[in-house]
């Protein structure tokens, strides 16, 4: 697994999503329930407005001082002892893992979720030298076994109901007992504790690094991120290099806009700060521990005009308010980060060529930019890649070129464009529904597959405009 979480075309991928009615039914009852709570706690908490824009100060601030923060949290970290890995390349952290393991002999590894982890697809790399990989967050338990990458940021399973997870333990872990969702958890929370108990090595993402006192924190509902971080001898945490906050008041803050933003939450059940190895008198922690920070490409976002990007805070508000993710779901965007902050950040981190399409499964209505709790301008990124992948990048389909210069040339000819308002109506009849043909032909059929192709009208404006100057003169 890393970015790209499939080889299928994206008019297959947006089909196959489409086609899938659980899938869309399940995404929109999730939509409605995870925006009517982030819009329940914005109003309970009376003042959003400033709240967002503080949180989008303090990540501006963060990013434009990452170096001076990011050298203030690895000091502070070796301070306690732990051990910190800067990764520019998602094989230099594979690698630096991989190494880590093989020298604690390590045989089973357990994870709490991370989003991170999966971008530089650890859990394939740790495989490749047999070591057992177990997630241990309830969704990305499910996928894991059923072999299936996640759909969302937040609930990874979201695509699943619950026979098919009761079918998955059936098949993969001999489960006999019903689909009752406290039934299906207690078996996961049995088995889980088994791995929890036996791991060699815990492994865990990182929400918010405070670089002031280089704790890590973690924000969970399920309190398996707890027992990744308590009961294994050793520990590693992987980090983006911009999941970092100056000090733990900046941290409060974030973790307020991301609990009320992601779920509807003031806060989550969870919330755990943990500061590496294990100290003399302390009962619990590791004795090992590393913080690996890693790069994979967004050093190269910043100072860009993109750098707000980098300001998410994998909340999936933007997710929760999209119409295209709601039709479509999250394999769609064949990437780990599905929805609008997938389609600015795809690109950027793993280049247009494999996600050109992916700026423009977007219906640009600013939803996603309006509800960010960090202010990022969503959709005038999305806007943005669009130029490039045209000006720049070049490309755009040919079909699209030849169109586009034909339209120019057109509307830049007064005698062109007034033949065919003349001629719109004719012309134009196979695609229009009011002529109770169901589809054109061509290009278009697409569209009128599920929209109305409006007909023009039976009398040009210049034509209503010229008969109202003769009528004015006689």
């Not at 630096?96 to 790399?125: D, F, P």
């Amino acid at each position: 697994m890393s970015i790209k979480i499939g080889d299928a075309s994206y008019k297959d991928r947006i089909n196959k999503g489409i086609e899938n009615d659980f899938m869309r039914q399940a995404v929109s009852s999730a939509q409605g329930r995870f925006r009517s709570g982030r819009l329940s706690q914005a109003e309970e908490l009376g003042n959003w407005e400033e709240w967002r824009q503080l949180g989008s100060e303090i990540r501006t601030h963060t990013l434009e001082n990452i170096d001076y923060y990011l050298q203030q949290l690895s000091d502070q970290v070796a301070k306690r002892g732990g051990n910190v890995f800067f990764a520019e390349t998602a094989d230099e952290a594979n690698d630096y893992i991989e190494n880590v393991v093989k020298k604690k002999k390590a045989k089973k590894v357990v994870k709490s979720k991370s989003m991170v982890t999966e971008e530089i697809g650890l859990n394939h790399s740790l495989d490749k030298i047999g070591v057992e990989v177990v997630e241990s967050d309830l969704g990305e338990w499910i996928l894991q076994l059923d072999e299936d990458p996640p759909s969302h940021i937040v609930t990874p399973a979201l695509h699943k109901n619950k026979e098919q997870i009761r079918e998955t333990f059936i098949k993969k872990r001999g489960y006999d007992k019903s689909d009752s969702p406290e039934e299906l958890a207690a078996f996961a929370r049995e088995q889980l504790r088994r791995d929890f108990l036996s791991a060699d090595v815990g492994i865990t993402g990182c929400n918010f690094a405070i670089a002031e006192s280089g704790a890590i924190t973690l924000v969970t509902n399920e309190g398996n991120a707890r027992m990744v971080t308590a009961l294994p001898d050793t520990q590693i945490t992987v980090m983006g290099m911009e999941r970092i906050v100056p000090t733990w008041e900046d941290m409060e803050v974030l973790v307020s806009l991301l609990t009320r933003a992601a779920v509807g939450q003031k806060l989550t059940s969870y919330v755990t700060s943990y500061t590496g190895a294990r100290l003399e008198g302390e009962i619990d922690g590791p004795d090992d521990y590393h913080l690996v920070i890693v790069d994979n490409g967004r050093s190269k976002i910043l100072g860009t005009e993109f750098q707000s990007a980098l300001h998410c805070i994998r909340c999936a508000a933007c997710i929760n308010v999209c119409p295209v993710y709601r039709h479509v779901g999250g394999h769609a965007y064949n990437s780990i980060y599905p929805g609008p902050i997938g389609a600015v950040l795809t690109p950027l981190l793993d280049g247009y060529e494999n996600h050109k399409e992916l700026p423009y499964a977007s219906s640009l209505c600013a939803a996603c930019t309006e509800a960010c709790p960090v202010k990022i301008p969503l959709h005038e990124q999305l806007i943005r890649h669009r130029q490039i992948i045209v000006e720049k990048e070049k490309k755009s389909p040919l079909a699209e070129k030849v169109m586009m210069k034909g339209f120019a040339q057109w509307a830049s000819n007064p005698a062109a464009y007034k033949l065919s308002t003349k001629m719109a109506r004719t012309a134009l009849r196979p695609w229009t529904k009011d002529e109770n043909i169901e589809n054109g032909p061509g290009p278009l059929k697409g569209w009128t597959n599920v929209r109305d192709f409006p007909a023009p009208p039976k009398q040009s404006f210049r034509a209503w405009w010229s008969n109202r100057q003769k009528e004015g003169e006689a």
